[in-house]
């Protein structure tokens, strides 16, 4: 099993960044995708997820109302479209299929 992460980068205070997460390596079509970041000298600190079979969504309160999570079936791609980013945002973030593996991460540096 392969998770993909990417989009990360550079972004003022205020902008928004469209991540992806990229599963390849399995045959079920019964799982979640999790989200999940961690900032230097923090706990990892789960952020949002999606189910594969009916695309129900759950976000950690800090990031209700700024973070839309969707997903292409076709392609076992989760898209986080992260929006109004803050400093606070920045941390490595890093998708989990079923909380069984695990993404390499892509890191988000918001700049005030």
């Known amino acids: 099993v392969q998770l993909q992460a990417s989009g990360g980068g550079l972004v003022q205070a205020g902008g928004s960044l469209r991540l992806s997460c990229a599963a390849s390596g399995f045959t079920s079509d019964d799982y979640i995708i999790g989200w999940f970041r961690q900032a230097p000298g923090k706990e990892r600190e789960g952020i949002s997820c999606?189910?594969?079979?009916?695309?129900?969504?759950d976000y950690a309160d800090s990031m209700k109302g700024r973070f839309t999570i969707s997903r292409d079936n076709a392609r076992n791609t989760v898209y986080p479209q992260m929006n109004s980013l803050k400093p606070e945002d920045t941390a490595l973030y890093y998708c989990?299929?079923?909380?069984?593996?695990w993404g390499q991460g892509t890191l988000v540096t918001v700049s005030s």
């Open positions: 999606i189910s594969s079979r009916d695309d129900l969504t």
């Open positions: 989990t299929r079923s909380l069984r593996d």
